[in-house]
Structures are given as C-alpha cells and as structure tokens.
C-alpha cells in the first residue's frame, strides 16, 4: 500500500541541506562466521543536536560510538562529518568514556593541560593554563585543580573527563555511559552540568544510555537499536518536550509519561520482536530506515520513514 507521509519524508531529505554527520548503511561483523552485531545502521545528527542512543545490552552501541570515533572499523558502509569520511581518531572528536581514564599520575590541571597540548601544540603554558581553568571552572572543579584522580571521588573523575573532553573544543563529543557508574544524586548534578553546557556552546553530542529518564532530560532525538545479532536502528523518536526542560520538573508534564512509555514499551516488548521479524524476514539487509516518532503527536502512532536511511547519493 502507497504510504503518502514516508513518501514525503523522502522527498524532503532529498532536497535537505547535507547533515552535520551522516551514518550510512553501516554494519559491523566481529568475524566472518558470525551474523552481524548490527547492519544498515543509518542516522543523521545536525550541528548542535544532542542525540542519545538506547537498545539492550550487547546489541551494538558502543560499538557504533567506536566507529564514530575512528577506534573500530566499520564492515559496511560510511560516516561523513562535516563533509569528511571518518578513517581514524581524531581531535575533532571528544570521547568520555564509562571510566574516566584519566592519567593518575597528574593533577587534575595536567590532565586537562595534556589534552589541550595535543590539540594546540603551538601554544605557551600560560595559555594552556588559561584556556585549561576555563573549562575545569565550567564543570565546578576549580577548587580541585591541583588534586590527582585518586583524591577525587567518582562524581568528580566523571567531570573531569566531560571537561577534559570540552577543552579541547571538538566538533562532535562522544558520550559511551558517561554517568553508568555514578550514584543517582551525583548523576541529576552532572546531568544538570551537561545540558548548561551543551546549550551554551550548541555542543553537538552523540551518547549512549541505559536511562530512559536520562534520554529524555538530555536528547533532541533518541535513536532505539532493536537487539542482536542483525540489530538496526528501528526507531528515531523525536523529544516532544521543549528543549528547556528540567530535571527537578520534566515529571510534571503529561508529555514526559507519552515520550516515557514509548521507550519503555519499545525495551520491554518491541525491540525483541523487531529483531526476531528482522531473522525471519531478512529484512536487516535491505535499505529499510527507521521510523520517525513523536510520542504524544503522531496521530496513527507509527511515525513516518526517516530520509537519512538513503544512501547519501540518492540525497
Ligand atoms: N572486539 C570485539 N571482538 C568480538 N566481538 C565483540 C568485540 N567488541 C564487541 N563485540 C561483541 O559485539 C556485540 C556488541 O557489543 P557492544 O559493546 O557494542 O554492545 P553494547 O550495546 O554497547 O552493550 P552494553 O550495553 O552492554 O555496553 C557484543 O555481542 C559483543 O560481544
């Protein structure tokens, strides 16, 4: 049956101004006699959006963020950003990653110092000192400055990591669980810290969560992986909230429980059967996009077919 609104949606993309990135029909097989992690993963993040992905363990998140990084290789597929193929790590791209990683023999000045010297080697060391404090101030540690990671608490280590992340001023910053670890409390703080500092510098973010809550504080749109092996993005739901929502009152809204229930509703039931539908019909292979959702708008509930599942030459 013709269906006018996916129809349209790829009418639309295929005039849209190129995104910021663009993720095309990307697969990724560990070894080559076991099905893929995931396949024809297609998504497009524009500049200064925040998008979080959620899907069940082991279907292939971080992995993704670790082709978005340049640390893994794709099997399939491409990532353009800002007009150029990701080959490899680079600069442009801040990663946090679960555990902070931060050096523990330097302070937490030198730890920051460290990554902006990498970034602006030409730089003197007042001025890395300088641009360094800026963003040690911005995550509230200034008082901290001269204390090394063991001295710190995990909260704390976490900030470190997000700042050190921001200091060297990337085009994209990757988010793998930054706050997996933390204590609920100590997470609303940073959380809170995060979303102030991403409005502020229109920080363009891709992160991975467990958090339900967490994605909807945080996300413009959030991408859902139906389980592995031959996991997809099966869903791109759109945050139906104003982008000033706040922790302390987002509960509030009606609109909070619809974006809620759909995500919750996609963990518990959809995301297992999308995937045993994908076995049986095969359907993982082909070039079938996600499903774009407003919970809470959408008349019929299903949302429309998203245009970034084209390849990028059709676009
Ligand atoms: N280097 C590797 N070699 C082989 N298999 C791997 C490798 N890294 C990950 N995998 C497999 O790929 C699948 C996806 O792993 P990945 O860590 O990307 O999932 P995830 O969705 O991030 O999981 P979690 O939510 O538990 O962190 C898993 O089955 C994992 O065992």
């Known amino acids: 049956?013709?269906?006018?609104?996916?129809?349209?949606?790829?009418?639309?993309?295929?005039?849209?101004?190129?995104?910021?990135?663009?993720?095309?029909?990307?697969?990724?097989?560990?070894?080559?006699?076991?099905?893929?992690?995931?396949?024809?993963?297609?998504?497009?993040?524009?500049?200064?959006?925040?998008?979080?992905?959620?899907?069940?363990?082991?279907?292939?998140k971080s992995t993704i963020l670790n082709v978005l990084a340049g640390l893994e290789e794709a099997s399939e597929g491409c990532v353009i950003m800002d007009e150029k193929e990701i080959t490899g790590p680079g600069l442009d791209r801040g990663v946090v990653f679960q555990s902070?990683?931060?050096?523990?023999?330097?302070?937490?000045?030198?730890?920051?110092?460290?990554?902006?010297?990498s970034r602006h080697p030409d730089w003197t060391r007042v001025q890395i000192g300088a641009h360094g404090a800026r963003f040690i101030a911005m995550v509230g540690l200034s008082a901290a400055a001269n204390?090394?990671?063991?001295?710190?608490?995990?909260?704390?280590?976490?900030?470190?990591?997000?700042?050190?992340?921001?200091?060297?001023?990337?085009?994209?910053?990757l988010l793998d669980e930054p706050f997996g670890a933390l204590d609920a409390l100590?997470?609303?703080?940073?959380?809170?810290?995060?979303?102030?500092?991403?409005?502020a510098s229109r920080q363009t973010v891709f992160m991975i969560t467990h958090d339900v809550d967490e994605a909807i504080l945080l996300a413009d749109r959030i991408l859902?992986?139906?389980?592995?092996?031959?996991?997809?993005?099966?869903?791109?739901?759109?945050?139906?909230?104003?982008?000033?929502?706040?922790?302390a009152t987002m509960h509030h809204d009606?609109?909070?429980?619809?974006?809620?229930?759909?995500?919750?509703d996609f963990l518990v039931r959809r995301s297992k059967t999308i995937q045993q539908e994908n076995a049986a019909a095969?359907?993982?292979?082909?070039?079938?996009?996600?499903?774009?959702v407003r919970p809470g708008v959408d008349?019929?509930?299903?949302?429309?077919?998203?245009?970034?599942?084209l390849p990028i030459a059709a676009q």
Not at 5 to 12: F, I, K, L, S
């Open 282 to 292: 095969n359907v993982g292979s082909e070039r079938t996009g996600p499903l774009i």
């Open 299 to 309: 008349e019929d509930g299903f949302g429309t077919l998203d245009g970034s599942a």
């Open 224 to 247: 859902l992986m139906s389980n592995g092996p031959h996991a997809r993005i099966a869903e791109i739901v759109v945050n139906t909230m104003p982008r000033n929502r706040a922790r």
């Open 147 to 173: 204390k090394k990671p063991f001295e710190l608490s995990g909260g704390m280590k976490q900030r470190v990591g997000i700042a050190r992340a921001f200091s060297v001023e990337p085009k994209m910053l």
């Open 1 to 60: 049956m013709r269906n006018k609104g996916r129809e349209d949606a790829y009418a639309v993309s295929a005039f849209a101004n190129r995104p910021f990135l663009k993720v095309d029909g990307v697969s990724k097989r560990y070894r080559a006699d076991m099905p893929p992690v995931f396949e024809n993963v297609s998504f497009a993040i524009d500049r200064g959006e925040f998008v979080c992905v959620i899907g069940h363990s082991g279907c292939g």
């Open 100 to 117: 902070h990683a931060l050096l523990p023999w330097l302070t937490v000045a030198d730890n920051i110092a460290f990554a902006v010297r």
């Open 254 to 264: 009606p609109q909070f429980y619809r974006i809620r229930n759909h995500l919750v």
């Open 186 to 199: 100590t997470r609303g703080v940073i959380q809170d810290e995060l979303l102030r500092i991403c409005a």
